[in-house]
């Protein structure tokens, strides 16, 4: 016989038809879901009171339905069952009447309650139905004032996902259920200091799904009751209607539970079912390209998302040899790599006139070579470096991890990068505003010929202040060298030459180096940038200037 199903109790309030899950003609079992609902509060499948043909659907997409509304006309298997509806239509008024009758001590009981202007009292879960459902989000912490109604626990079934709100206003007191844990109706929620009269064993047994007029249907809605909580704040993305950005989307509990495990916001992710809903293929599709993207991106460690360069077969050009690099030349590329994409890059470039150190240089020779070393230019770059240093301390910092703060370093340890075989060195040498050319010169050889032979300890190579990277062996007029973090600055020095120098009257040959001074602009302007390479033209073109 055909039997019209309606829409049983969804917690007094309005849902609306986001999913239609049979068709007519579909044969379906006892709880089969027969459509999804969603509200501000929860997104629920209410489910089918008896089995039978599904002979028609009284509702479509985008509906508006309430409790008592026609949902679809089942021809239910077999007529015995038809006896039984008029017993469980006189059941809820002798029910009712019995309910009256136990709740008509309730006023006497309330001044009672009145006594106590705020007490500790405890709050269960309400009626959420047979099988208990899992804790997914607990809204509120130990300490946090509430209103009446708010919500508190976001739990889930496999039909919905429900939030549980406050009986009462009060103040937490102490939390009694943890993440993931299984609950069900009766178990300890929590305990809150309410003030005032406190019915909360009233609010917890008010639900009652006995008061319905059939007997399936009361059970199934009963777990949506939690549902009557109006909205006093947006729900979380991963169980209620809108996401963390606003938006809205149509997902069943399945869904967003798989959403959830994989940590993806649903706001994200493009719907292919009825009115854009998202389902389970859409969520896992969604998955698959996240990955493949992240291994697309995989060589850019550190850089944000940023796109590996496309890998190409150079063999279809022409022949080719692959060779490995050597461990030097890996661990380099991997620090100048995490420095570029680290630190924002400036390059201050300036010309400093060299004439008289040149001839002082040489003037030099013999003495140097007395003391059994090669004075170069590099020496006089290292004293001067350090000198600046000191001068302007604002060099000699590098930037703590929070970010907020600057380390400043109270030593000068300046590094000089050597150009060995296997790639690209950075030796250091201490305590260099101590030490005169000689010493520098002597130390820069030496450490240097360390590099080329692969005896440069870890000591060796730690703890700069500040680098000088030269290429004036090779030439080259400037380049922009690539701070070596943590410091916050590098020199770079290309080869020096004869230019046409107007001196206001004519054009004098001068000598001239070529400076590149790159830094962090977190840690160091433009201004004093750009004081810098001006003060070291200054001491490198008279160096008499740093014994003042």
Excluded at 381 to 402: D, G
């Amino acid at each position: 016989m055909s039997e019209l199903i309606k829409v049983p109790d969804i917690g007094g309030g309005e849902g609306e038809v986001i999913e239609i899950l049979v068709q007519v003609g579909d044969s379906i079992e006892v709880e089969q879901s027969l459509v999804t609902l969603e509200s501000d509060k929860a997104s629920m499948e209410l489910p089918s009171p008896k089995a039978g043909v599904v002979k028609a659907i009284k509702v479509k997409m985008g509906d508006t339905l309430k409790e008592g509304t026609d949902l679809i006309e089942l021809d239910v298997a077999g007529a015995d069952e038809a006896p039984s509806q008029e017993p469980a239509a006189e059941e809820p008024k002798a029910e009712e009447s019995s309910a009256k009758q136990e709740e008509t001590p309730a006023p006497a009981e309330k001044p009672a309650a009145k006594k106590s202007e705020s007490s500790v009292q405890s709050f269960n879960i309400p009626d959420i139905g047979d099988g208990g459902a899992q804790v997914i989000e607990i809204m509120v912490a130990k300490g946090d004032r509430v209103e009446a109604e708010q919500s508190l626990l976001t739990l889930e079934s496999d039909k919905a996902s429900m939030e549980i709100p406050a009986p009462a206003a009060g103040v937490i007191e102490a939390i009694e259920v943890q993440m993931d844990q299984q609950v069900k109706t009766g178990d300890l929620m929590l305990r809150m200091r309410v003030e005032g009269v406190a019915e909360e064993t009233e609010a917890e047994s008010a639900p009652a799904p006995a008061a319905k007029t059939e007997d399936k249907p009361a059970a199934a809605p009963a777990k949506e009751e939690p549902a009557k909580a109006p909205a006093e704040e947006p729900a979380p993305a991963p169980v209620g209607a809108p996401s963390r950005s606003g938006k809205k989307v149509h997902a069943g509990p399945a869904v967003r539970k798989l959403a959830r495990e994989f940590g993806i916001e649903l706001a994200e992710v493009s719907g292919s079912g009825p009115r854009s809903r998202i389902l389970k293929e859409d969520v896992q599709s969604f998955v698959q390209n996240v990955m493949r993207k992240s291994k697309d991106t995989g060589g850019a460690t550190g850089g944000a998302g940023i796109p590996q360069v496309p890998e190409v077969d150079f063999s279809r050009f022409g022949e080719v040899e692959l060779k490995d690099m050597t461990r030097l030349q890996q661990v380099g590329a991997s620090n100048l790599h995490r420095s570029w994409l680290n630190v924002p890059h400036v390059t201050q470039f300036d010309l400093a006139d060299i004439s008289e150190l040149e001839d002082f240089r040489k003037a030099q020779k013999a003495v140097a070579e007395k003391a059994g070393v090669k004075l170069t230019v590099l020496p006089f770059l290292l004293k001067a470096c350090a000198h600046l240093l000191r001068e302007q301390p604002n060099f000699n910092v590098s930037l703590a991890p929070n970010g907020k703060q600057l380390i400043q370093k109270n030593y000068v340890h300046i590094g000089f990068a050597v150009d060995t075989p296997d790639g690209l060195l950075v030796a250091v040498i201490r305590d260099v505003d101590k030490k005169s050319l000689l010493e520098l010169a002597g130390e820069a050889a030496e450490l240097a010929d360390k590099a080329r032979n692969k005896k440069l300890s870890a000591n060796d190579m730690q703890g700069a202040c500040f680098t000088i990277s030269s290429l004036g062996h090779i030439g080259g007029t400037y380049f922009t060298p690539i701070v070596n973090t943590p410091e916050v600055a590098i020199l770079g020095v290309s080869r020096a030459t004869m230019q046409p120098v107007w001196d206001g009257k004519a054009f004098e040959p001068r000598l001239m180096l070529p400076l590149s001074l790159s830094y962090d602009h977190r840690a160091v302007n433009g201004a004093a940038a750009a004081l810098f390479t001006k003060r070291l033209g200054e001491l490198l073109g008279d160096i008499r200037s740093m014994l003042l």
